[in-house]
């Protein structure tokens, strides 16, 4: 009963995270008309970073923070930290440069990605039914990709950016599961923040250095959301998820971001949803039910072998 308590509260957390991002990721969206990409995220991944561990120094929020050996800040530094600077650098431009209904679908296929992340082919029905599901998502992601490369003014940088951020997200998952082993959620958060923070503040200071950035009180404002609900929140509530259950399981509830994005953008962006959209996402979310399905337990109820 407790561990069946336990998955429950997981799933309503990433549930959470997904609903968070969606609403951060149209805030960005929104941030990048003004402010430098690069310069929205190594911001944000300070702040968020700096709050995190100053909730895990003085307050009993989190539970007792973990001590780092030498070989764990290495990893922090070189896998988790590193893979998320990569990550936010190509989401926000492809935000800049494309739909945020387009980037979240692209992320939607990260489901298949870790399951094919998680082990190499082999000659058995379940290796062939992952890459069945590879072919789906692959299709769905063609689906929405080609047509902006046929377009001779469309949108096709930002189609490649949001593309790779499908992958660098699978990959960001796959350190931070690793990772699991010794940090909480909020720890692997709290320590990758601010390290991939530090990562993007050279270039961050590049981007400012090459105009004069606005400070209005409605974009000051949307970045602290972005820092609190789409960086300490939903982070931490991702992470813990990622600490408990494999990353392929976790990444499931990715299916629900291109949902939770398209809402935000079509209601506070005015993005339209169009019918290439929803052919793409059907054609993304099967790939990720087959992934996941177990089959031979489902055909074994169906039909049951004759005794």
Not at 296 to 307: K, M, N, T
Request: glycine share 10%; charged share 10%.
């Amino acid at each position: 009963m407790r561990e069946k308590t336990s998955n429950g509260a997981i799933a309503a957390g990433l549930a959470c995270a997904v609903f968070l991002w969606g609403a951060s990721n149209a805030a960005v969206k929104f941030l990048v008309k003004y402010w430098p990409p690069i310069a929205i995220g190594s911001t944000r991944f300070l702040a968020a970073g700096l709050v995190l561990l100053a909730l895990l120094r003085w307050t009993k929020i989190f539970g007792r923070p973990s001590a780092l050996s030498p070989g764990l800040k290495r990893r922090l530094w070189t896998s988790a930290g590193l893979s998320l600077a990569a990550y936010i650098v190509a989401f926000n431009w492809a935000l800049k440069l494309t739909e945020l209904s387009h980037v979240a679908l692209y992320l939607g296929a990260a489901p298949v990605w870790a399951l094919l992340w998680e082990g190499p082919p082999q000659r058995n029905w379940r290796s062939a039914q992952r890459y069945a599901a590879a072919a789906l998502a692959l299709s769905g992601v063609l689906t929405l990709f080609l047509p902006a490369l046929r377009q001779s003014r469309g949108h096709w940088p930002g189609e490649i950016l949001g593309l790779s951020c499908g992958l660098l997200w699978t990959n960001f998952g796959v350190q931070c599961h690793a990772l699991g082993r010794d940090l909480s959620g909020a720890e692997i958060s709290a320590h990758t923040f601010w390290r991939a923070g530090v990562l993007l503040a050279p270039l961050a200071l590049v981007e400012l250095s090459r105009g004069s950035v606005p400070w209005r009180m409605d974009l000051v404002w949307t970045q602290l959301f972005c820092v609190l609900g789409g960086g300490v929140v939903a982070y931490a509530l991702w992470n813990n998820g990622l600490r408990h259950w494999k990353t392929s399981q976790v990444y499931l509830f990715n299916n629900l971001i291109p949902l939770s994005n398209m809402g935000w953008a079509n209601v506070c962006l005015g993005e339209p949803i169009t019918s290439t959209f929803w052919v793409s996402m059907a054609l993304i979310a099967s790939g990720v039910v087959l992934g996941q399905a177990d089959l031979q337990r489902f055909f074994g109820a169906l039909w049951p072998p004759a005794e």
